[in-house]
T-cell receptor, first 115, second 114 residues
């Protein structure tokens, strides 16, 4: 257990529905990251926050995706009008954000299945 | 384009045997390289981090090497255990730890059989 938690662990939804995932980082960590991972592949960066500010978004983050970190603590990732191609593991990670040896600690992930 | 390639994609070994996983990267500028272990259905966990000046680093039965000239890294696992069955992901940082600065390899899926 790295100290980063995600909820839910699994989500099955029908195409077209909206889903929201939550990530609780390690409490003193300033940075929070979202990744998407498909089977047999490494994680792909989606977005990251420095405290409550969203500093970077990947081109993978289409208009249907939105992430928030309102108080600089937990974060939510919402996917609107889900598509079958959204089926993946969504990983959250957090880090202190200090120096180039800063280490990201990953949560267990939320596995999304879109039917 | 920054890329990290790992080989083999998958590997099956018998318990107690050693194995070596490879990572080749084309990431510039290079900052550091990390190896993560990811158990099935779990998030990745950091095993080791190596900077430009480090050639070898050990963490228990795991030993990572780095050749910055040839842009290659390896992860050697000694006396494998059943619990070593997992995916091992090589991650290279290009001058920072912001999300877009990390390039992930596709991972090597290791299965250790009794």
């Amino acid at each position: 257990d790295t100290g980063v938690s995600q909820d839910p662990r699994h989500k099955i939804t029908k195409r077209g529905q909206n889903v929201t995932f939550r990530c609780d980082p390690i409490s003193e960590h300033n940075r929070l990251y979202w990744y998407r991972q498909t089977l047999g592949q490494g994680p792909e960066f989606l977005t990251y926050f420095q405290n409550e500010a969203q500093l970077e978004k990947s081109r993978l983050l289409s208009d249907r995706f939105s992430a928030e970190r309102p108080k600089g603590s937990f974060s939510t990732l919402e996917i609107q009008r889900t598509e079958q191609g959204d089926s993946a593991m969504y990983l959250c990670a957090s880090s202190l954000g200090t120096g180039f040896l800063d280490t990201q600690y990953f949560g267990p992930g939320t596995r999304l299945t879109v039917l | 384009k920054n890329q990290v390639e790992q080989s083999p994609q998958s590997l099956i070994i018998l318990e107690g045997k050693n194995c070596t996983l490879q990572c080749n990267y084309t990431v510039s500028p290079f900052s550091n390289l990390r190896w993560y272990k990811q158990d099935t259905g779990r998030g990745p966990v950091s095993l080791t981090i190596m900077t430009f000046s480090e050639n070898t680093k050990s963490n228990g039965r795991y030993t990572a090497t780095l050749d910055a000239d040839t842009k290659q890294s390896s992860l050697h696992i000694t006396a494998s255990q059943l619990s070593d069955s997992a995916s091992y992901i090589c991650v290279v940082s290009a001058g920072g730890n912001a999300g877009n600065m990390l390039t992930f390899g596709g991972g090597t899926r290791l299965m250790v059989k009794p």
